[in-house]
């Protein structure tokens, strides 16, 4: 009976050990993180380092921090990088981690660039042990490393590159895992070895990284190799991926799995008294992998966000009138806080009202987004 038990309480060891590495960190934070910002890409060190792009990670103390793009060593031949990325899960925004596996996965639809362009990767494939470069997107010294090939087919040319750097929510991207990334999700994952993981430890200490810092404009926006971050083998950012607004205070703290309380910030206002205060509506670039599709629900975005910026403009302007009349009648306190809370009545209404025909817009976008099967990698 005993070696009953042993033997059975091995097998569940094993079987736990044995489950694939796909997981999302168990916070949630009520804002999504800063845009992915502008830079070059380091030289590639050497014959079988994979690049693997900067992201933003959260920290409960300090907030999101830049985590350098870098070059790291395949932890086994045949297995590639699938990044970590932000998505909203109705409550907050979690983080699903990133893992090594013979195959690419769904990373949000974020488009990290330098082969990561939100569906697959097209920056080299294995061929056998060895890795072969794609040139036309990697940074590769081709007198050093001679495994190479181009193919400028597979980069992305928009004219207007999204860097939102969630999947969901407010402005998020609009893009579901296809049932070939989910099987890819569910398959053995080799973990980031040390040196991957002491590279975002690193980034982690480092107040420069931090986006109330460098205000989405890191100073290390990529290395040469994990953790090194000085020396010419690093490189800045060229510029933010977007202007970066600040939370408000009371809104940088993770809500740790309860339901978001809309704390609010810079960008949109918790709780707005005028209209004038509310942000423009903006159209956020699709990414199913379809371009017909793509110009689609873009077109779709654009017509919402027009009527919505007209409907801002439109009771601004009345509220602008209903104030001016107040100070030409001199009107009481009770009287201008009566119209105040009028005022901010409406706008919230009103704002309410846009973010549920935006969400109403994502739902009916979202499942069509799956259909396209992903572009098969270069052969």
Known sequence: ???????????????????????????????????????????????????????????????YYWVPGTWVLAPEPGYLWTPGWWGW??????????????????????????????TGFVGGRWEGREFRYNTAVFNVNTTVIRNTYVDRTVIVNNTTVNRVSYNGGQGGIIARATPQEERVAQMQHVPPPQAQTQHVQAARANPQLRATSNQGKPPIAATERPGSFSGSGTVEAKEAGAPYHAPERGGTQPNNGRPAENPGTAEHPANPTHAADLPQHQVTTPNTGDPKLDEKYQKQ???????????????????????QKLTQQQANEAKKQQTEQKHQQQTQQLEQRHQQQTQQLQTRQAPRSAAPRPAPRPR
């Open 89 to 118: 899960e109705g409550t907050g925004f979690f983080f699903h981690e990133g893992y090594w596996a013979t195959e690419i996965g769904f990373y949000g639809g974020i488009n990290y660039g330098f082969g990561y362009y939100g």
């Open 301 to 323: 975005q654009q017509k919402l966000v027009d009527q919505q910026n007209k409907e801002h403009q439109k009771l601004e302007q009345q509220q602008q009138k209903e104030d």
């Open 1 to 63: 009976m005993k070696r009953l038990v042993q033997f059975l309480l091995l097998a569940l060891v094993t079987l736990v050990l044995a489950r694939p590495v796909f997981a999302q960190v168990a916070v949630s934070v009520s804002f999504g993180p800063p845009a992915i910002p502008v830079y070059d890409q380091p030289l590639c060190p050497g014959d079988g380092y994979l690049w693997v792009p900067g992201y933003w990670a959260y920290d409960d103390d300090d907030g």
